[in-house]
């Protein structure tokens, strides 16, 4: 069990790598994402090869992996641009705001439109965090917009993933979502650049590892500790994403990614909610 608690930790810090490396990387936000999907299409379809799983699915099936991927892709676009336009803080502050747009969302999603008080007090916290982020760090509005904008793509993601079936593989589902990150990417692509940037010859080993370890393997380990721990387990470590990308971009890029005392408050304050409303909901089912 403690090995699976270990792992969890592991793929939630190379998912808060992913910011810091999207930084490192010198093309434009979508291009980065056209390679990075790209490699790791082509990452899973070995994966599947390796392990002797079939990657054929139904046509109904397919189409939904793809639209999520679809979604997947976008996300990411509005990802590294928020990190593009201001820094990795600035955009990993960003994403535990998916917690509130899910509360928020999902019950128009599922038709019972009743939102839980504790969500809706969590979420007026998190709006005032926010609201100081931009007070005290101006000059990074456009980046923490763009940043909650993603957020908000993530949490259609993952409400739209609770339809998919999860008693297939994961090679195969990643292989199709990545697919559909793909596919949506070139979509974009012609109304930022009229044709893709090739990576210089310093970009690719971040790219690979962007693609290799933060795509391929932290979906992986994902996928096996979905298997191992309690849901309430594995989104209490996922909540910690920001903290890791953080500390990380800190230790990368030094003083360029310092900030005002203001906007580490106001990061706190989004991250402890989200931690927090988790631990909240075990507590109240735990005492029912």
Request: proline content about 5%.
């Amino acid at each position: 069990m403690m090995r699976h608690f270990l792992l969890m930790h592991l793929v939630t810090l190379a998912w808060g790598l992913t910011a810091v490396l999207g930084k490192l990387v010198h093309l434009p936000p979508t291009d980065l994402v056209l390679w990075r999907t790209l490699l790791a299409v082509a990452g899973f379809w070995l994966l599947a090869r390796v392990l002797r799983t079939p990657l054929s699915l139904p046509p109904r099936s397919a189409c939904h992996l793809l639209g999520l991927g679809a979604l997947l892709g976008l996300h990411w676009v509005l990802f590294f641009a928020s990190a593009r336009i201001a820094t990795a803080s600035v955009c990993l502050a960003a994403m535990p705001t998916a917690m509130l747009w899910c509360s928020l969302l999902e019950p128009w999603l599922d038709g019972s439109r009743r939102w839980r008080p504790l969500e809706l007090v969590t979420g007026a916290v998190i709006v005032g965090a926010v609201w100081l982020i931009y007070e005290v760090e101006l000059r990074h509005w456009l980046g923490l917009t763009v940043g909650l904008i993603a957020a908000l793509v993530a949490a259609f993601f993952v409400l739209f993933s609770k339809r998919v079936a999860t008693h297939r593989h994961f090679a195969v589902i990643g292989a199709w979502q990545m697919a559909g990150a793909l596919a949506v990417t070139l979509v974009v692509l012609p109304f930022t650049a009229p044709l893709p940037a090739w990576p210089a010859a310093a970009d690719w080993p971040w790219l690979i590892l962007l693609s290799a370890v933060c795509t391929v393997g932290a979906y992986a380990g994902y996928m096996v500790v979905l298997r191992h721990l309690e849901v309430f387990s594995v989104n209490l470590i996922y909540n910690l994403e920001p903290v890791y990308g953080i500390l990380l971009a800190m230790l990368v890029f030094g003083t360029e990614e310092k900030m005002s005392g203001g906007f580490y408050v106001g990061a706190a304050l989004i991250t402890g909610s989200a931690l927090l409303v988790p631990w909240l909901r075990r507590k109240r089912a735990v005492a029912a």
